[in-house]
């Protein structure tokens, strides 16, 4: 375990441009041996020092990819510095400038919870098979308890495809019947599930503080997606209230949001999308199109910025913002370069080796399976 290092108070005092020298200056001394990755939501003063920006998949494939690097300082959160670790196997340092940053949704699901959900659910479901499909934001502990299970993790990209490939999955129990776990996401897993023709009636809500989750034998027997109790604090604020605000202001505006929103936000958009197919919606948009999107607010403000041709707004007049992302700011990441510079790794994100073995199995698995590249209209 790593124990989290104090930023020292004397970089809090340091102003933007001694800052910028100061980064450059490191960066440039570590030169090959250094990449930094930035993730979407994160804040344009940090995203302008990445090396790569995407989403947490692509960012953990590109770490995996970085053979000249050393240190790969990862501008994002706890979880996907941790399937960084993972997919690169250990052979690089992966940093956080600041462990503090962690993801509230990802911690919804702790792996002692988990296992005893796919025990209590095996025990309720009459031989049916449990196949948890856990998304990438989620702890590595969780997604090693997946890969265990014969499970696979997922993003909100490629969600529908590892829906599909569980469902094909053949129980060793000899029962046709398969029912998925989806963790910790209840949004993005009923989201998934309508996009697939199943109706509400087909899903059950699992509260891991209750025993059997607050489910009967008959309710578990009876859906075929057991969804765990998590969401994201961010994409929870948007409201139907606030699309319907938006069409009122702007006739004809395309509503497109991130299926971490409730599902009646998702029904009453246009359309739904992971991040990257959110900016691809955006970007394919003609010059002087409308859209009001439901999403993370650094990356709304860069896509209006981006296309000054057409109209991008916040879908909420405020908020939006995760506060996790904040933590990573300029004095956390000076320091964290600057200690690399002279030989000194802080605050490394390190899986250990039974947890890493068993959750690059569930990674692997969500890898080989594609997304769409487009987003989806909404089912209504
Ligand atoms: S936006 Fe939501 S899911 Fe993403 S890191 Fe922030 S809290 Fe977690």
């Excluded at 570590?30 to 998949?57: C, K, M, N, P, W």
């Excluded at 250990?90 to 919804?108: K, Y």
């Excluded at 990356?299 to 990573?328: E, F, Q, S, W, Y």
């Excluded at 605050?347 to 569930?362: C, G, K, Y």
Aim: hydrophobic share 45%; with cysteine.
């Amino acid at each position: 375990m790593v124990l989290p290092v104090a930023l020292p108070p004397e970089y809090l005092s340091l102003c933007p441009p001694e800052l910028d020298r100061r980064i450059g200056a490191a960066k440039r001394a570590l030169g090959e041996r250094l990449v930094i990755l930035g993730h979407h939501y994160q804040h344009d003063e940090i995203l302008r020092y990445a090396d790569f920006t995407g989403d947490s998949l692509k960012l953990s494939q590109l770490a995996a990819q970085q053979s000249r690097a050393e240190f790969i300082v990862f501008c994002g959160v706890h979880f996907m510095a941790e399937s960084a670790d993972i997919l690169s196997g250990g052979t690089r340092a992966v940093i956080l400038p600041d462990l503090s940053a962690g993801c509230p949704m990802a911690e919804m699901a702790e792996a002692d919870d988990v296992q005893t959900a796919l025990d209590e659910l095996a025990a309720l479901a009459g031989g049916a098979a449990i196949v948890p499909i856990t998304y990438v934001n989620s702890a590595a502990s969780a997604k090693a308890i997946t890969g265990r299970a014969g499970g696979a993790c997922c993003t909100s990209s490629n969600c529908r495809a590892v829906f599909e490939w569980a469902l094909t999955q053949k129980p060793a129990t000899g029962s046709t019947d398969v029912k998925i776990l989806a963790l910790p996401d209840q949004h993005l897993a009923r989201a998934t599930a309508l996009d697939m023709g199943y109706g509400l009636d087909d899903c059950a809500l699992y509260r891991p503080r209750l025993p059997n989750g607050g489910l009967t034998a008959a309710q578990v027997r009876q859906a075929t997606f057991i969804l765990w109790d998590g969401w994201c604090c961010v994409h929870q604020e948007f409201t139907v209230e606030q699309i319907a605000g938006r069409r009122r202001e702007h006739p004809g505006i395309c509503v497109i949001v991130h299926p971490e929103c409730e599902i009646s936000v998702v029904q009453a958009a246009d359309l739904h999308g992971s991040t990257e197919q959110i900016i691809a919606a955006v970007a394919a948009g003609s010059p002087g199109s409308q859209w009001a999107v439901g999403t993370e607010i650094n990356l709304v403000n860069r896509l209006t910025r981006l296309h000054a041709d057409r109209r991008v707004l916040n879908l909420a007049d405020a908020g939006g913002k995760c506060a996790m992302m904040a933590h990573i700011d300029l004095p956390h990441l000076c320091w964290a370069l600057e200690n690399l510079a002279a030989g000194r790794v802080v605050n490394r994100v390190q899986v250990a080796e039974p947890i890493r073995r068993d959750a690059v199995i569930a990674l692997e698995r969500m890898i080989r399976l594609k997304g769409a590249a487009d987003a989806s209209p909404a089912k209504r």
